[in-house]
């Protein structure tokens, strides 16, 4: 991999029109996409509305839609369906500029040569290709496909890009439908959507979020042992929280939710708990989807895991989570409004159904007391001197015979060894062990 964060033959520009959807489909996914992997695409002018598209059916599929209607697409991967929890791999970031006004007197090629510009200022990676969708501009950056694990820090990214471009804040999520080159916007005079191909390269998923980000992982490393440091001397002997960012955070609450209700799979989840599950995986998700999509998770949720819900029941009982989730997508900036529950909390809630030989794959919803064990045992294999936390002393031998020959003399002459270790800037333990090390010395020799 370059410095630029691009595998493979050397980076060329390739400025070229897209104009079909099958265009617009191998930009997205230049690798194949695999057996049981699909994108969802979604025709809202047609019944049924929504269909996945494979591999194999793709080209047959895509060659249909040439001006359709308002088509869509996920820009990102699934197992089956368009889900957060089915999500199989990420492979792109973008962003939805609305250019508001008149679709016919708004120049288009202007605003986006703004958009590539403000890019540019801010040191980040050059898009891959722009959408123009009649009333506005998608842009897009591909990247190699990354497992469903990076969640949290996709999500962090995403944040951040749609933050500095002012872009719409509804487009946070993974699980997002973008319109389709060579379809037509309905909403804009029915004009063709068209795409502009600026380069190939996909870029490393790390490499990418450290241009982005406003701290990079080793300066996040870094800034957390300073952090830890400050806190030793004020440690309480309680255990600390997760670590980890907010969306990482809660992604790791929903994977011990979703492992919960794997194992119980024979059966269900045991009556009592089922509600309060739904209830806490709808609030765990709200923190990395955004409010739009949130209902559709819920509802899939309930259908897999509490079938004796109806969705509108399922939907009623998450109605809390739902509206705070509304709330905060319409201020971001604001107070954080979402439920917030402490490991020990979520212990307490779900313990009675977290067997034994589960325990040990759970990582967010564990006893305080086995937090800490797992941390002192973390601390424990961490090296601090290849980290660069700390250097080793080495002492060079003369100065430690000078030291214990100026103590000695100073003893001699009646001296603590608290004044000692004072006028030469020595606390008073090493002073001890000097003068512990220079008696020992004295028996080994008379012996």
Not at 92 to 107: A, E, K, L, Q
Not at 182 to 195: F, L, P
Not at 218 to 242: C, H
Request: with cysteine; proline share 4%; net charge positive.
């Amino acid at each position: 991999m370059g410095a630029d964060g691009i595998h493979g033959e050397k980076y060329t520009p390739a400025h070229s029109v897209l104009q079909t959807p099958s265009d617009h489909f191998q930009q997205l996914f230049r690798q194949n996409i695999g057996h049981g992997r699909t994108i969802i695409a979604w025709l809202p002018g047609r019944a049924p509305a929504w269909f996945k598209v494979n591999q194999e059916r793709a080209q047959d599929i895509l060659s249909r839609w040439v001006s359709e209607p308002d088509a869509y697409i996920t820009p990102n991967c699934f197992h089956e369906w368009r889900l957060t929890r089915l999500l199989h791999s990420l492979n792109s970031f973008y962003v939805d500029i609305d250019f508001h006004g008149n679709p016919d007197r708004v120049d288009f090629c202007r605003e986006a040569s703004n958009v590539i510009h403000k890019i540019e200022m801010l040191r980040w990676p050059e898009p891959n290709f722009l959408v123009y969708t009649g009333r506005g501009l998608h842009v897009y950056w591909l990247i190699e496909p990354t497992p469903a694990g990076a969640l949290p820090r996709w999500q962090a990214v995403q944040r951040e890009l749609v933050r500095q471009l002012e872009a719409d804040r509804q487009v946070t999520d993974c699980t997002r439908v973008l319109r389709l080159v060579g379809s037509t916007n309905s909403k804009a005079g029915n004009c063709r959507v068209s795409g502009e191909l600026l380069h190939t390269r996909q870029y490393n998923f790390d490499w990418f979020c450290d241009e982005v980000l406003p701290l990079q992982r080793a300066e996040i490393r870094d800034l957390r042992a300073a952090r830890a440091n400050k806190r030793r001397d004020d440690y309480d002997g309680k255990p600390r929280g997760v670590p980890g960012g907010i969306f990482q955070r809660w992604h790791k609450v929903y994977q011990d939710l979703l492992r919960i209700c794997d194992y119980h799979w024979f059966g269900g989840v045991r009556e009592g708990f089922r509600d309060h599950m739904l209830f806490h995986m709808a609030n765990a998700l709200s923190y990395f989807t955004v409010a739009d999509s949130l209902e559709n998770e819920i509802a899939a949720l309930a259908q897999t895991w509490v079938p004796d819900l109806s969705t509108k029941q399922a939907l009623s009982y998450c109605s809390s989570v739902i509206s705070r989730a509304k709330a905060m997508q319409l201020n971001p900036d604001g107070e954080e409004l979402r439920y917030k529950y402490k490991r020990q909390t979520l212990w307490n809630q779900f313990s009675e159904i977290v067997p034994d030989d589960l325990l040990p794959s759970l990582r967010a919803i564990i006893p305080d007391e086995l937090a800490a064990e797992r941390e002192v045992h973390r601390q424990s294999k961490r090296d601090r001197v290849t980290e660069g936390r700390y250097k080793r002393k080495t002492a060079n031998r003369s100065d430690v015979d000078k030291q214990k020959r100026t103590i000695r003399r100073l003893l001699s002459q009646g001296h603590t060894q608290a004044f000692i270790g004072e006028k030469l800037g020595m606390d008073k333990g090493r002073v001890s062990r000097l003068v512990k090390e220079m008696k020992n010395n004295a028996k080994t020799a008379k012996h």
